[in-house]
């Protein structure tokens, strides 16, 4: 079994949507979950950033964590064409800085 | 405030030469991590470094090698490159233990 599950897609959606994106892990140990946001030939940007249960909001951005479940998601309002881009989940155990990564799910938003 | 920056953006080698790349951290970060990403997968973890030294090291063979300046910067070494060592070489820094990796652009490097 893998250590993170991340549908790769790709996902298309009409602009101004919500998407939904999702991973599961199979790690009990990871306590820090993050999304990252990769444009094309882009090094990976931080988007969104938390280490406890329940959802946190930032802007258009809303980042979801069921530790019980082994799922996070990532939810995006009023989709803009800017948004499209490839939108990986990490995990991190605490003391630890390695990041283990899920495939990326690659998005495209659709004027 | 210059974020991460590493070279070169490209580089082309054929099989079994060595390549160097290169990273300058954030300003203020002290820890520097490389990662490899294949065409169409997540980043893999190759190693970390802090204080000059290898702290934590993922599950690559010791063709990778790496150092760190003590300015923070830092090199990684493939030698005896592979085809399979074609990727996106990424390069996050951060401060000793912060929360937050801020990654580079990277380096494309394709082997012939």
């Known amino acids: 079994q893998k250590e993170v599950e991340q549908d790769p897609g790709p996902l298309s959606v009409p602009e101004g949507a919500i998407v939904s994106l999702n991973c599961t892990y199979s790690?009990?140990?990871?306590?820090?979950f993050m999304w990252y946001r990769q444009y094309s030939r882009k090094g990976p940007e931080l988007l969104m950033y938390?280490?406890?249960?329940g959802n946190k909001e930032d802007g258009r951005f809303t980042a979801q964590v069921d530790k019980s479940s082994k799922y996070i998601s990532l939810f995006i309002r009023d989709s803009q064409p800017s948004d499209s881009a490839t939108y990986l989940c990490?995990?991190?155990?605490?003391?630890?800085?390695?990041?283990?990564f899920g495939q990326g799910t690659r998005l495209t938003i659709n004027p | 405030d210059a974020g991460v920056t590493q070279s070169p953006t490209h580089l082309i080698k054929t099989r079994g030469q060595q390549v160097t790349l290169r990273c300058s951290p954030k300003?203020?970060?002290?820890?520097v991590s490389w990662y490899q990403q294949a065409l169409g997968q997540g980043p893999q973890f190759i190693f970390q470094?802090?204080?000059?030294?290898?702290?934590q090291r993922g599950n690559f063979p010791d063709r990778f090698s790496g150092h760190q300046f003590p300015n923070y910067s830092s090199e990684l070494n493939v030698n005896a490159l592979l085809l399979g060592d074609s990727a996106l070489y990424l390069c996050?820094?951060?401060?000793?233990?912060?929360?937050?990796?801020?990654f580079g652009p990277g380096t494309r490097l394709t082997v012939l």
């Open positions: 990490a995990f991190r155990i605490q003391g630890a800085q390695k990041l283990v």
């Open positions: 790690n009990s140990a990871f306590q820090y």
């Open positions: 996050a820094s951060s401060r000793q233990g912060g929360n937050e990796q801020f």
């Open positions: 300003s203020g970060h002290d820890t």
């Open positions: 938390t280490y406890s249960s």
């Open positions: 470094y802090y204080e000059e030294e290898e702290r």
